[in-house]
Nanobody, 122 residues
Framework: QVQLVESGGGLVQAGGSLKLSCAASGRTFTSYAMGWFRQAPGKGREFVAGISGSGDITTYTDSVKGRFTISRDNVKNTVYLQMKNLKLEDTGVYYC???????????????WGQGTQVTVSS
């Protein structure tokens, strides 16, 4: 069982930056690939970024490449999403998730956090 708690969301102007954190419980953090997803108002949940268990492989959806960076600290059991040059369309609830099988967009994502709101204003 893995419990995930996100933090770091908030209100930011377009062009600004935010860094999301996701703290995980449990002693087997490195066994899980991690991912960040988001859900905009009235839309479905979409994959944003993923990172392997060791942290050496990352992947991003095209719309955030070059602006977002996913990373993890396997000592602190935490995964991060650094977001720069934020755009209005980045607004949404951001969720982190842990995948026991597979990684990236095709991961199983068996455990989810409660989400943190990111609002980008003009």
């Amino acid at each position: 069982q893995v419990q995930l708690v996100e933090s770091g969301g908030g209100l930011v102007q377009a062009g600004g930056s935010l860094k999301l954190s996701c703290a995980a419980s449990g002693r087997t953090f490195t066994s899980y690939a991690m991912g960040w997803f988001r859900q905009a108002p009235g839309k479905g949940r979409e994959f944003v970024a993923g990172i392997s268990g060791s942290g050496d492989i990352t992947t991003y959806t095209d719309s955030v490449k070059g602006r977002f960076t996913i990373s993890r600290d396997n000592v602190k059991n935490t995964v991060y999403l650094q977001m720069k040059n934020l755009k209005l369309e980045d607004t949404g609830v951001y969720y982190c998730a842990a995948s026991r099988y597979g990684w990236g967009k095709q991961g199983s994502y068996d455990y989810w956090g409660q989400g943190t709101q990111v609002t980008v204003s003009s």
